[in-house]
């Protein structure tokens, strides 16, 4: 039964997710502080300071942080609750995040901090928004959302961890309901089932650790000759004028990176040097670091004015043909005018649709978000759990799995315990 | 004013409601059709079993009476699943029907302030929305402040064998006709149910070296945490098998089964299928286990647990004579199926107060359960709650970290039921801290607090706590093997009875208080942590929805949602979050709004 409260703890990252000097992680819920303090040196100065205060000193094994301490009754939520400031790199976030689970935190849903300043008298806000914050966070991966195969697939496979799930335990619940004597089938605790079945939620778990293409972005670089006008696709694929533009050639000396979104996907942007034989020092270097990051890159799009250009170029590379406007000419590539706009939509789409089977490419699915990595690896963790209990009782087993059973179905839907009872009804030939 | 509180029905649910009300000083009548049926064990001779076992033991524990019936007329005593687990393994006993019965009715007559009636109530008398007594279908109107309805099986009662049926709520004895008709007039929802039972054979004429045999454990474990231990001489039971030609005969015949024939319209529970259901359906089985139970010591009739059908009895006697040493087997009483009316349990509050009428209480198999002790707990619940209304106080309700009784009640008021309701522990989320020893230490305070436990079993229960500290510091102040022997029982091999070789002091008290000790030592971290889901689970049982909410002042609900929550009615957030479909998003909308009539 997917649960809703509003006392225990949470935790979000509440600068963007990028590098940065500072980044700040906030917390809310009743013991937060104290259960930080078990991670925190010095723990008693945390743990005892009064409300609304800074502390300084060490997040064990990770970083050095600042801790703003709100005692109930204070702050933004009006909870318990501190702010963690950290320096801002990923290394630090991933760590951090973990640290946190550990601790008992959970990732919150969107708008749950602002819900629960709500709900504690903080603040007044138009309620629908909050609330429309968490149904559109907290909708598990459903049927009718499987709007990309992407999701799709992975809503089947949690689905299908599940049903083997029940399927595994069935049986251990009817030698629970059920008299020794009264079940005839011969039952052995079925370890090896359950160790593919870890195998395998590990392995799914694991997709949201190597898939920066997912979570970060992936890596579009806009390559090309001087003067091509990679630097005016920059700003019009960013919708702001980042990079200088100049017709000036070599006007962009060093690459420029940002974050942006072409239909849908999560894209880092780069902007390069063009590329050309220069006897400027600060130029030359400013290429090398360009190739550098081509090398690096997801996905190139290769611009020039120039079909022979083109040609020479590699295959793999979205080559375009950029400057449409100035002079036509026939040829097999893209055609594109950052002056008239023409060929930008169909650019932004072949880029889509060639990252979109790049991600594909990693089995099929991949786990995209904080909420369904966590419930993967708690899932895990309780397998395991029933693992290690089977020896002391069937009872405790059969809690972890049941546990593991709630994991997974807040991510596709929950389980029932009738839909337990009707599994072991349908298998066993049961009743006296 | 007759009477305060009336009692309809006097099977499993009826006396326990009754006991109650009167031992909580409301003067109490039983109406019953009839005097001679009380405390009827219509089906198996049996009380007790897993998750069955644990509701007996807390119906006990707050001062119920089932757990002193069966230990003074059990004839077979075991404790079943001793090696799954603590949390799931409970007693079990085989009952000499009629000494139960007998002294279930000996029990009533003894009560102060309860008397017993025979007679059929046939409609409630009504003023205003409040329920203010009863008439009967002699003529008689009886007032009183508060009606518990414990019908049973009888309410529009029809049984079945083959092509025969009749008018009646077990066979030979006549349904109870009016109160259904009179209800749905009323505005109550009514549906139909299905449930059977096999056949009775004499015992003089079964095989014995034929069958296995089986015995029951010694020692004795007392249901009731007031009876002092005791030894008896046991029954044993006995287990045949069906083969392939009973297979046979019953697929033969199956469309003379008025079940397969569509002539029974009510759902039977899935748990308890009857043999033509477990050989239709599964087909792969070459046999099926049957238990031969004996019905008591004064009398040769015996039950074929396993075997309950609503075939023709020619049939039934066919498929009989092909198991194994029953092959001359005499059936006395032949298997039969029974279709009933009852109240689909959502039009309940968890009070077990109906949501309709003030005053009006439903308890038993009439709310869709099945099961004597099922049935037992909700009539203790539903008379604690009538003799609370009359005095005036809120109504008791246990949580389903609590008690099974809290899962069984709260699973039917918030879930409704689809076919009889059985308990199972797998109802139950928090069931490491259900074990049925310690079903005191849960309920005995709150059974006296309400006036139904004795001071006697909280000073019992006192002693038992003070024991099982005595016993852990001595083990504590132990070695063995060179272990702590605190710790060296955490050991899932370590059984403490090996420990009283080398700590002889152990042997001051008793195997029960041995037994529940070395539980508590093994499962100490595992129910700790259970600990903590459960004060998340009781925070949000503590966030009260209001009984008049206005739901249909919540536009943002989503329209689904406000129909379920207006129908349900629940009593707290987490009870709203546990109606089936109720959308997280609709639970966060109801947060905000009880907040702002908070502020209101």
């Known amino acids: 039964m997917k649960s809703f409260d509003t006392n225990d703890m949470i935790y979000a990252l509440a600068t963007p997710r990028a590098r940065g000097a500072l980044a700040v992680f906030r917390a809310s819920g009743e013991g937060c502080i104290e259960a930080l303090s078990k991670v925190f040196s010095p723990a008693g100065k945390l743990r005892d300071c009064p409300t609304n205060t800074c502390i300084y000193g060490r997040l064990l094994d990770i970083d050095q942080v600042v801790v703003n301490v709100y005692r109930n009754g204070h702050g933004y939520t009006g909870q318990e609750a501190f702010e963690l400031m950290c320096h801002g790199s990923l290394s630090a976030f991933d760590m951090i995040s973990a640290k946190l689970e550990e601790l008992g935190f959970r990732a919150a849903m969107g708008g749950e901090f602002t819900m629960r300043a709500f709900l504690s008298g903080k603040m007044d806000l138009t309620q629908s928004e909050a609330v429309q914050d968490i149904v559109n966070s907290d909708s598990p991966i459903s049927q009718k959302q499987a709007f990309s195969k992407l999701q799709g697939s992975l809503f089947k496979a949690i689905e299908a961890f599940k049903s083997t799930l029940l399927d595994i335990l069935a049986p251990i619940e009817l030698q629970l309901d059920y008299a020794q004597d009264d079940i005839e089938d011969e039952f052995g605790f079925p370890y090896s089932r359950l160790e593919a079945l870890i195998k395998d939620i590990d392995a799914l778990a694991a997709t949201y650790r190597t898939s920066p293409l997912v979570q970060e972005g992936a890596r579009v670089v806009l390559a090309g000759p001087v003067n091509a006008g990679k630097s005016t696709l920059f700003n019009l694929l960013l919708k702001s004028d980042r990079a200088i533009v100049s017709p000036i050639k070599g006007t962009t000396r060093d690459y420029l990176e940002a974050p942006c979104l072409i239909d849908g996907h999560k894209v880092r942007l780069f902007d390069t040097a063009g590329l050309r034989q220069s006897e400027d020092d600060l130029e030359k270097q400013g290429i090398q670091r360009s190739r550098l990051v081509i090398e690096d890159a997801d996905l190139v799009v290769y611009l020039s004015p120039d079909i022979q250009d083109l040609e020479s170029q590699c295959e793999s590379w979205i080559r375009v043909q950029s400057r449409c406007d100035e002079s036509v000419s026939d040829g097999p590539f893209l055609k594109l005018s950052c002056i008239t706009g023409q060929g930008l939509e169909e650019l932004c789409h072949v880029i889509s649709s060639r990252l979109g089977s790049l991600v594909e490419t990693c089995d099929g699915m991949m786990i995209q978000s904080a909420r369904q990595a966590q419930g993967l690896h708690e899932a895990s963790l309780c397998l395991k759990r029933a693992i290690e209990t089977s020896e002391i009782g069937l009872d405790l087993s059969a809690g972890h799995i049941g546990n593991a059973l709630r994991c997974l179905g807040e991510l596709v839907g929950e389980t029932s315990s009738d839909e337990m009872l009707e599994r072991i009804f349908s298998s066993f030939c049961v009743g006296k | ?600």
């Open chain 2, 1 to 600: 004013m007759d009477y305060d509180v009336i009692v309809v029905g006097g099977g499993h649910a009826g006396i326990e409601a009754s006991l109650a009300c009167s031992r909580m000083g409301s003067r109490t009548l039983l109406i019953t059709q009839s005097l001679d049926t009380i405390g009827r064990l219509s089906c198996n001779p049996a009380i007790g079993g897993l998750a069955k076992g644990n509701l007996v033991r807390e119906v006990d524990a707050l001062g119920g009476q089932m757990g002193h019936l069966i230990d003074s007329t059990m004839v077979q005593f075991r404790i079943l699943n001793r090696r799954r687990g603590p949390a799931v393994q409970a007693p079990r006993a085989q009952a000499d029907k009629f000494s139960y019965s007998r002294l279930a009715k000996e029990t009533l007559e003894a009560q102060k302030d309860l008397d017993l009636f025979m007679d059929t109530v046939t409609a409630l008398i009504v003023e205003g929305s409040s329920v203010i007594g009863v008439r009967t279908r002699r003529g008689h109107s009886i007032s009183a402040k508060a009606v518990v309805v414990t019908t049973g099986t009888f309410m529009d009662g029809k049984i079945f064998i083959g092509d025969y049926d009749a008018p009646e709520g077990r066979l030979g004895e006549e349904g109870a006709f009016g109160l259904g008709d009179w209800l749905r007039g009323f505005g109550f929802r009514t549906a139909r149910l299905k449930t059977g039972t096999p056949a009775r054979v004499d015992r003089q004429s079964l095989d014995f070296s034929r069958l296995e045999r089986q015995d029951g454990d010694v020692p004795i474990f007392p249901f009731s945490f007031d009876s002092p231990a005791f030894e008896r001489a046991q029954m044993p039971c006995w287990i045949a098998y069906t083969n392939l030609a009973t297979h046979k005969i019953i697929r033969d015949n199956i469309s003379r089964s008025p079940l397969y024939g569509g002539k029974i319209v009510g759902k039977g529970p899935r748990y308890c299928p009857s043999i033509e259901d477990k050989v239709i359906r599964f087909p792969d089985r070459d046999r099926h286990q049957i238990f031969i139970e004996p019905e008591g010591s004064g009398t040769s009739e015996v039950y074929l647990n396993g075997l309950s059908s609503s075939l023709p009895e020619d049939v039934q006697n066919a498929f009989i004579h092909s198991i194994e040493g029953l092959e001359n087997a005499r059936v006395m009483r032949p298997a039969y199926a029974v279709e009933y009316d009852f109240l689909p349990p959502t039009q309940l509050y968890p009070s077990l107060a109906s949501k309709l009428l003030k005053g009006l209480y439903f308890a038993g198999q009439t709310n869709g359960t099945s099961g004597y002790e099922e049935a037992a707990c909700q009539g203790l619940m539903a008379g604690i709650n009538a003799a609370l209304y009359f005095r005036g106080e809120q109504p008791l309700i246990l949580g389903r970290n609590q008690a099974y009784i809290g899962v069984l009640i709260d699973d039917l008021v918030t879930k409704g039921t689809e076919e009889p309701y059985r308990m199972f522990t797998s109802r139950a989320e928090y069931r490491l801290n259900l074990r049925q020893d310690t079903a005191d230490q849960r309920l005995t305070q709150i059974g006296y607090q309400i006036g139904l436990a004795s001071r006697s079993r909280v000073d019992a229960l006192e002693m038992k706590l003070k024991s099982i500290e005595e016993i852990k510091a001595i083990l504590k102040s132990r070695s063995v093997n060179n272990a702590n022997a605190l710790e060296y029982l955490k050991r899932p091999e370590c059984d403490i009875e090996n420990l009283i070789n080398d700590i002889p002091e152990l042997g001051n008290y008793s195997q029960e208080l041995r037994y529940q000790t070395e539980q508590d030592i093994k499962y100490d971290g595992y129910i700790k942590r259970q600990d903590i889901e459960v004060q998340r689970f009781v925070r949000l049982e503590g966030l009260r929805i209001p009984e008049s909410f206005d739901y249909d002042s919540a536009p943002s609900l989503s329209s689904e949602s406000r129909e379920k929550l207006k129908r349900i009615r629940p009593a707290s957030i987490g009870q709203a979050q546990r109606i089936s479909g109720i959308r997280t998003s609709d639970i966060a909308v109801l947060l905000i709004l009880l907040r702002r009539d908070d502020e209101d």
